[in-house]
């Protein structure tokens, strides 16, 4: 079994409203040194696989075909066997 | 400068619903080796600090005020400086 951490973020250029009402609301909080912040997704996921190279490969095409939008997110992921 | 990347998570007796339906979805799109999908928020957020240890302290703060729901959520984040 392996554990996939996945991270999914906008990409440099697109606008990120979640982010700016984040960094908005912890400006009015007074956290004043914050210069900006980007929302981004993180899924943990479990699966099955022979290798850890065939799982990584699986991961690659989940993101690939439904976690990531590729038109203006981008996406990177971590692998560990776990028991 | 640094980047503080901020990692919420929901707590692991939590129910997730976004989860769920992304896990079903990935099990209609053919990917039957998936056994669970955790869905949580990643931040990546740029600060001012005059340490390491300060802008961490600001960060522990930022994520106990607004970014994690200590009710129902788990947060851990990296740090590293910048230019």
């Given at each position: 079994?392996?554990?996939?951490?996945?991270?999914?973020?906008?990409?440099?250029?697109v606008n990120d409203p979640q982010g700016?009402?984040?960094?908005?609301?912890?400006?009015?909080?007074?956290?004043?040194?914050?210069?900006?912040?980007?929302?981004?997704?993180y899924l943990e996921i479990k699966l099955?696989?022979?290798?850890?190279?065939?799982?990584?490969?699986?991961?690659?095409?989940?993101?690939?075909?439904?976690?990531?939008?590729?038109?203006?997110?981008?996406?990177?992921?971590?692998?560990?066997?776990?028991?």
């Amino acid at each position: 079994m392996y554990l996939a951490m996945v991270y999914v973020t906008l990409k440099p250029t697109v606008n990120d409203p979640q982010g700016l009402t984040i960094q908005g609301a912890l400006h009015t909080l007074g956290f004043g040194s914050v210069k900006s912040v980007r929302a981004g997704k993180y899924l943990e996921i479990k699966l099955d696989g022979k290798t850890q190279a065939e799982a990584s490969d699986t991961v690659q095409k989940m993101c690939r075909q439904l976690l990531a939008n590729p038109v203006i997110e981008n996406f990177r992921f971590e692998m560990e066997e776990i028991k």
